[in-house]
């Protein structure tokens, strides 16, 4: 059964430095989230992609962010320099449409330390 | 503004028990209503999704309704099993928006 796939499973950073997560939709969805989720807290959205556009990122989602799809199969999200309370849980996700079922990918523990 | 709330916050049961997790919102205008499960330190697995214009969906022990008026939605978990331990999250989706916004979720603890 076709599955969303994320890359690093554990990523470690220093304040202030770059990071890139990855993403691996299933092979036949056109949109594109991230989601994050602080520990202990409510998972948040944080942007969705599709037609290799933005089309909606919530408040969280400040010019730190970015988010690419650099080819037909990856998309990255980006944040320029991590700060302490970047750490978190973040989960990639994908669906056929807008309100069709999303599915998740397993996850990137991001620690800023 | 959407808003999500899930009752109860945990919850621990004996293995065999029919279970009710509920989730509550606040935008009557919710386009679709997802179950999720998620194991500690793991990603979300979808359960079960329920369109506007459904009342219900079942999958297997799982049955999930969904009442736009009352603005709730039930997850029914039969003949609970220790294996059924975990969190579950429910999330609403709106008209016009890609985002889903989530319960703080359930912690369900099933004991053998």
């Known amino acids: 059964e076709p599955e969303v796939t994320q890359t690093p499973s554990h990523q470690v950073t220093q304040m202030g430095q770059e990071v890139i997560l990855r993403c691996v939709p299933i092979s036949n969805h056109l949109y594109f989230y991230w989601y994050r989720q602080i520990l202990g807290q409510k998972v948040e959205f944080l942007v969705s992609?599709?037609?290799?556009?933005?089309?909606?990122k919530s408040e969280i989602f400040d010019d730190q962010f970015s988010v690419e799809r650099p080819d037909g199969s990856n998309f990255t999200l980006k944040i320029r320099s991590t700060k302490l309370e970047d750490s978190a849980m973040y989960f990639c996700?994908?669906?056929?449409?807008?309100?069709?079922?999303?599915?998740f990918g397993p996850g990137t523990r991001l620690t800023v330390t | 503004k959407q808003e999500v709330t899930q009752i109860p916050a945990a919850l621990s049961v004996p293995e065999g028990e029919n279970l009710v997790l509920n989730c509550s919102f606040t935008?009557?205008?919710?386009?679709?209503l997802q179950w999720f499960r998620q194991d500690p330190g793991k990603g979300l697995t979808s359960l079960l999704l329920?369109?506007?214009?459904?009342r219900e969906q079942t999958s297997g022990r799982l049955n999930a309704s969904l009442d736009k008026s009352s603005g709730r939605s039930t997850l029914y978990i039969a003949a609970s099993q220790p294996g059924d331990s975990a969190t579950y999250l429910c999330a609403g989706g709106s008209y016009n928006t890609d985002k889903l916004i989530f319960g703080t979720g359930t912690r369900l603890q099933v004991f053998p």
């Open positions: 996700a994908s669906n056929r449409g807008v309100n069709y079922e999303q599915y």
């Open positions: 992609f599709y037609n290799n556009e933005i089309s909606e």
């Open positions: 935008d009557s205008a919710i386009y679709n």
């Open positions: 329920i369109q506007s214009s459904q």
